[in-house]
């Protein structure tokens, strides 16, 4: 069992940049998959970018070039780090945590539905 908790939300300008954390309490280790969420203003929660514990990554198709996430297994956090942010991004992000590995879910971020264990939510608003 694991708990999350984002920080780092808030609003920017278009093209601006944003870096999201997420601070995982409790058996982190156990926690093999880990990814960024968002939902979009009347729109299903989607897998954006997820982080395996052997340390593969995988990213939806409309952030890939522009957002990085990685795992730092020492401080027990995840980070994602947005660039060239534009209006579509916004939305609530979440972190997302699962015992399984990310591969067995295929090679795209996991979907909302395989995820056991949610942060909170932070919101990020782009305006241009």
């Known amino acids: 069992q694991v708990q999350l908790m984002e920080s780092g939300g808030g609003s920017v300008q278009a093209g601006g940049s944003l870096t999201l954390s997420c601070l995982v309490s409790?058996?982190?280790?156990?926690?093999?998959?880990m990814g960024w969420f968002r939902q979009r203003p009347g729109r299903e929660r989607e897998g954006v970018a997820a982080v395996d514990s052997d340390g593969g990554t995988s990213y939806v198709d409309s952030v890939k070039g522009r957002f990085t996430i990685t795992k730092d297994n020492f401080k027990k956090s995840l980070i994602l780090q947005m660039n060239d942010l534009s209006s579509d991004d916004t939305a609530i992000y979440y972190c997302?945590?699962?015992?399984?590995?990310?591969?067995?879910?295929?090679?795209?971020?996991?979907?909302?539905?395989?995820?056991?264990?949610w942060g909170q939510g932070t919101q990020v608003t782009v305006s241009s």
């Open positions: 409790g058996d982190f280790y156990n926690a093999h998959c």
């Open positions: 997302g945590a699962s015992q399984r590995h990310c591969w067995t879910f295929g090679s795209r971020p996991p979907r909302a539905r395989d995820i056991s264990t």
